[in-house]
């Protein structure tokens, strides 16, 4: 089975920039999730989709923050404009509905 | 719980010994619990879960303990190996009705000594 595929791995921007980032999950899962992960903490949900539908976004900074589900399948994160503490990892993790997260990598994100 | 940031709570042991990691969590009505391994670089791996109705699940080499009076989750790893070493986090989730989602602990960086 494959994994969660994100990209890119890594990128670096200045403040005030904008960014976006990719993500595919497990063939056949509802459920995808976009987590952020500052340095020494643990994941924090940002976004959680069910479905090309949004179930929960309570902490998605929505004045510069962005996600959409293209037909329930991949996904997209913006950062518009990006802040020096947007500095962090972020994840995607798929699964399906009341199963565990199947994490992808992240992409490291940093914001100068 | 609270993020300690960089300064995350470490446990060192020796190879062939037995790792016990603990985690507080937060809400009394959450009722399935993860365990997470995360690898330098790497997003985290599913280690083992249990819900609310057990209180002990035994996966190879690793068993989970659910003490939901005091609300404490550990992980006990059986002699523990090199690649052991990684930061395990365990996760909480409320059950559905609450609407919440899985809730991370700040983790434990596992060292293991040769």
């Known amino acids: 089975e494959a994994g969660v595929a994100q990209s890119p791995r890594y990128k670096i921007i200045e403040k005030r920039q904008s960014v976006a980032f990719w993500c595919n999950p497990i063939s056949g899962h509802a459920t995808l999730y976009w987590y952020q992960q500052i340095l020494g903490q643990g994941p924090k949900l940002l976004i959680q989709?069910?479905?090309?539908?949004?179930?929960?976004d309570s902490q998605l900074p929505k004045d510069r923050f962005s996600a959409e589900r293209l037909k329930g399948v991949d996904s997209t994160l913006k950062i518009q404009p990006a802040k020096l503490e947007d500095s962090a990892v972020y994840l995607c993790a798929s699964s399906p509905i009341g199963s565990p997260l199947h994490f992808g990598n992240g992409t490291r994100l940093t914001v100068t | 719980g609270e993020s300690v940031g960089l300064h995350l709570p470490t446990l060192s042991v020796q190879e062939g010994d037995n790792s016990i990691i603990n985690c507080a969590y937060s809400n009394s009505a959450s009722d399935y619990f993860i365990w997470y391994k995360q690898e330098s670089g790497k997003g985290p791996q599913f280690i083992i879960d249990?819900?609310?109705?057990?209180d002990k699940r035994q996966g190879q080499r690793v068993t989970v303990l659910l003490n939901k009076t005091v609300k404490h989750l550990s992980l006990q790893i059986a002699a523990t190996q090199p690649g052991d070493s990684a930061v395990y986090f365990c996760a909480e989730k409320p059950p559905d009705n609450y609407g919440q989602n899985f809730v991370f602990g700040p983790g434990t960086r596992l060292s293991v000594l040769p």
């Open positions: 989709f069910q479905n090309n539908g949004v179930v929960d």
């Open positions: 249990i819900r609310s109705n057990m």
